[in-house]
Structure formats: C-alpha cells, structure tokens
C-alpha cells in the first residue's frame, strides 16, 4: 500500500487486517488470548498470525489445536530466540494485510478490538488502543506497580506520545517506512515507544483509541517484575541515545537524585507489606537498568 499525498487525509476501510502476535513460553495464556479473538465483532476480512520465538514449552501445540476452529490462524516459527521485535519484522513479512494490528500472547483483547482500531485507523497512520489492568491482574501485583498504565490516553514517554505494542495498529506502508521494528532492542521495553516516535518524527500522526480495549497482564512474580522494569531501564538509556538530537531530554539532575534519595529514604519498605516491598524492588530494579543501560550504550540517562 502507497504512502497516500496527505497523510491526515480520511483513510479508507482497509482490504485485509492482520493481526501480528509474537509468542514465547505463552502456553498458559495464549488460549485465552486466542478465544478472545475468535469472539471479535469484527464484519471485515482479517488474518492472525501467530509467531513462535523459540519457544521451550507447548505454546505452538496450543495454537496448532486452534487452526481447525479459526482457518484465518497461521503459526510461523523464529529459527531462534531473538525477541519480539525480531518476531513482529518475521510476522509482518508474513501478513497479507494493509492495516497490522499487534497484540501479545498473554493478554486478552475485548471483543470490540479490531473494529474499534479500524476505525480509529480511518483518520491516523497509527493507533494505540487503551489498556485495563483490573480484570488479569490481583491487587497485590497491581501495587508492585505503583501509577496504573492511562486508559483515558496515549503515555507520554517524556518526549511524544507512544502506544504499548500490546495494542497497537499501524498501516502497512508506514511501518515499512520507518524500517519496521528496531531490533536492538533484543528483550521487551522501549521498542513500542521507539517505534511510535521514529514514526511521529516521520510527520506520521498517532491517535488514541479508547474504546479499543486489551485487557493487559502484569508480571504476576516479583522476580518477573524486577527482571522486566532492569530491561525497562536499560531501555530508556537506548531511547536516549537514539532520539538525544531530536528532542528528547533526560530528567533534570534535580529529579534524577531526588528519585536515589527517595529510593534510600524508603528503605524501610523492603521490611513492610508485600505491596510496598514489591513496590520498592521495582523502583530500586528501574534505576538499576538505567545505570546498567548507561554504561552499555555510551550516555548517561541515570
């Protein structure tokens, strides 16, 4: 599909959707997820493509059992485990559609998903659907968080807006553009914000849609937790040494040490609920990663 003259100008309803799932170690979650979208309203013609990355449990047993009951299902394979952003490039090469919508293999999207990002979709060149964490996710793990993911808008990363990858609609053309998704970002965190910003920088427009739901599913271990928000802090260091010429400003030096000095004062935490505790390890593993990440990419985003 061409890159139309006017980029804001109304989009027509596209040919073929293709929903591009990348998969690993998901053979708990992932039926659930694939009931959830055999239930869609969608009216239009779509296609799902699931990609297997390495996985070492039965996740491509659980799709193969589902390609009977949902014959618009195709399960590729990575030769090896090289991240997701690496699985989402293999399954866009593989999708036959003009509008691509990525969603994960542990969450759940609402019935309503591929017609809303259609039609949100009709006036952006990418789309980021809205995000609920109540229904897969018990209150303990929801405190480890600390500020619950917006549903009512797009995250703002301190720079542009982004959308998570675990709802996120983009037209062929654009994505292909922009050179698909960087893969140096080998592990989850930071690809979806990198991809939403080389995109808005291209004078490609992001818009919200809030009544294209996914139902998102946190880490449900502490370690899990720990491991994910290191890598997000890394990945922060990368997006900085990325877009540093385009605009994006590290915190202040200000806010930077008052995060290490919250972080001692509140130490006492460790010793508290499981909630707080959760809640310290994941501030304490955050800026780890962006130490960490520091040191490996040349910058310092502390």
Not at 98 to 115: G, K, V
Not at 151 to 169: E, H, I, K, T
Not at 218 to 246: D, N, P
């Amino acid at each position: 599909m061409p890159r139309p003259a006017d980029t804001r100008t109304p989009r027509r309803i596209p040919g073929l959707v293709s929903v591009v799932m990348p998969a690993r170690n998901a053979a708990s979650t992932i039926e659930r997820q694939l009931i959830a979208l055999s239930q869609q309203s969608y009216s239009g013609v779509w296609e799902l493509i699931v990609v297997d990355d390495g996985s070492e449990d039965d996740t491509r047993a659980a799709v193969r059992v589902w390609m009977d009951r949902m014959p618009n299902l195709v399960l590729l394979e990575t030769a090896d485990h090289r991240g997701p952003c690496h699985a989402r490039n293999v399954g866009m090469a593989g999708a036959k559609g003009d509008l691509l919508l990525f969603c994960d293999a542990d969450d759940e999207c609402s019935e309503e998903w591929i017609t809303e990002m259609v039609r949100a979709a009709e006036n952006a060149d990418l789309v980021g659907g809205a995000i609920a964490t109540t229904a897969l996710n018990d209150p303990v793990v929801r405190a480890w968080r600390g500020i619950e993911i917006q549903v009512d808008r797009l995250p703002v990363g301190g720079f542009l807006p982004y959308s998570l990858s675990a709802n996120l609609g983009v037209w062929a053309y654009v994505i292909h553009e922009v050179g698909g998704w960087d893969e140096s970002f080998r592990t989850p965190g930071g690809d979806d914000v990198d991809l939403c910003w080389r995109a808005q920088l291209g004078s490609f427009v992001l818009e919200f849609a809030p009544r294209a739901i996914v139902n998102y599913r946190y880490r449900s271990s502490l370690k899990e937790v720990c491991r994910q928000h290191l890598r997000y802090g890394m990945a922060g260091a990368l997006l900085f040494r990325k877009f540093r010429t385009s605009g994006y400003r590290r915190p202040s030096s200000k806010a930077t040490v008052g995060a290490y000095v919250s972080l001692m004062l509140s130490l006492p935490s460790l010793f508290a609920g499981p909630e707080r505790r959760g809640s310290w390890l994941r501030r304490a593993s955050h800026r780890l990663g962006r130490v960490v990440g520091s040191v490996r990419h040349g910058v310092v985003f502390l």
